[in-house]
């Protein structure tokens, strides 16, 4: 069994900055990609920020400048820090990361969401 446990969602002002983090416990073999994807209401889940085990970063053009993706690959968690947020960052934001458990079997898992709001 793989799980990815998330933390550091909530209530921030605009211009505020948050950390959300994510671990990944369980039979895990290695872990190869994990990101960040948002989902806002009655929108469709985009891609936040992305990064490999060799630690290449990919961004979305909505956040590049203002959010940084990091992993401690010793921990198998990935962070994402958020500076310079603006209400429409609001969302939902999940992690996800693409692990071949320790039975061989690969698979893209998924955090259970946290709620990010920007709001004064």
């Known amino acids: 069994q793989v799980q990815l446990v998330e933390s550091g969602g909530g209530l921030v002002q605009p211009g505020g900055s948050l950390r959300l983090s994510c671990a990944a416990s369980?039979?895990?073999?290695?872990?190869?990609?994990m990101g960040w994807y948002r989902q806002a209401p009655g929108q469709q889940r985009e891609l936040g920020a992305a990064i490999t085990s060799g630690g290449s970063t990919n961004y979305a053009d909505s956040v590049k400048g203002r959010f940084t993706i990091s992993r401690d690959n010793a921990k198998n968690t990935v962070y994402l820090q958020m500076n310079s947020l603006k209400p429409e960052d609001t969302a939902v934001y999940y992690c996800y990361a693409n692990i071949r458990s320790s039975g061989g079997s690969l698979y893209d898992y998924w955090g259970q969401g946290t709620q990010v709001t920007v709001s004064s």
């Open positions: 369980g039979s895990i073999f290695a872990i190869y990609t």
